[in-house]
């Protein structure tokens, strides 16, 4: 089974920094896309940013220019630096890892469990 751990959340100031880690452990087979989503009661999970199959990024709007997606293959951990964030960033942060194994061929969406930002003064 394959299972995704979410940490570095917190609590921070407008205009400071956060960087979240989504660890992954089992067997992944092989990865379509990976990435940050987030959440806040009553709205639907939005997409913030993501690694395509052909490990181009995609970064919504709201968080384009301020928050970085990377990741360590070797690690199998992907990350999200998040700058300057502001009051309106606050939420729970999930990641995403869409799989595919062979044998027999299925995909997998697995889900991390979630972790709480919030900006506040």
């Known amino acids: 089974q394959v299972q995704l751990v979410e940490s570095g959340g917190g609590l921070v100031q407008p205009g400071g920094s956060l960087r979240l880690s989504c660890a992954a452990s089992?067997?992944?087979?092989?990865?379509?896309?990976q990435g940050w989503y987030r959440q806040t009661p009553g709205k639907q999970r939005e997409l913030v940013a993501r690694?395509?199959?052909?490990?181009?990024?995609f970064y919504s709007d709201s968080v384009k220019g301020r928050f970085t997606i990377s990741r360590d293959n070797a690690k199998k951990t992907m990350y999200l630096q998040m700058n300057n964030l502001k009051f309106e960033d606050t939420a729970v942060y999930y990641c995403?890892?869409?799989?595919?194994?062979?044998?027999?061929?299925?995909?997998?969406?697995?889900w991390g469990q979630g972790t709480q930002v919030t900006v506040s003064s």
């Open positions: 089992g067997s992944i087979g092989s990865i379509i896309s």
């Open positions: 690694f395509n199959s052909d490990s181009t990024t």
């Open positions: 995403k890892l869409v799989r595919e194994i062979n044998n027999p061929p299925r995909r997998y969406d697995n």
